[in-house]
Nanobody, 127 residues
Framework: VQLQASGGGLVQAGASLRLSCAAS????????MGWFRRAPGKDREFVSGISKSGGITSYAVSVKGRFTISRDNAKNTVYLQMNSLKPEDTAVYYC?????????????????????WGQGTQVTVSS
């Protein structure tokens, strides 16, 4: 599966952005999906994940209550709605796909669980 992330940009603190991750090559419903980010000088970190059906979502503590992940399998697209953005949210955001099924049904937070990655989209939040 090929992933294309989009929707990043430069915004002021408190603003909102919606990232999209479009999949091609295979139906998105076969994958649990995750959003990760890498800030300058830091490792890539988990932001949010969603199960194959969309019924189970998970979030990093730093974004819980501000970000919402969703998916539309009919459109082969996963979204990350980001509200109340902060300067510390500045990073390159990546979407990723994991074909495995876990007993919990939950998308994994480890980068090693994901086989496919999009190219990343830059989000910059000014203070």
């Amino acid at each position: 599966v090929q992933l294309q992330a989009s929707g990043g940009g430069l915004v002021q603190a408190g603003a909102s952005l919606r990232l999209s991750c479009a999949a091609s090559g295979r139906t998105l419903g076969s994958y649990a999906m995750g959003w990760f980010r890498r800030a300058p000088g830091k490792d890539r970190e988990f932001v949010s994940g969603i199960s194959k059906s969309g019924g189970i979502t998970s979030y990093a503590v730093s974004v819980k209550g501000r970000f919402t992940i969703s998916r539309d399998n009919a459109k082969n697209t996963v979204y990350l709605q980001m509200n109340s953005l902060k300067p510390e949210d500045t990073a390159v955001y990546y979407c990723a796909a994991d074909p495995r099924t876990y007993s919990s049904g939950r998308a994994q937070s480890a980068t090693s669980a994901y086989d496919y990655w999009g190219q990343g989209t830059q989000v910059t939040v000014s203070s």
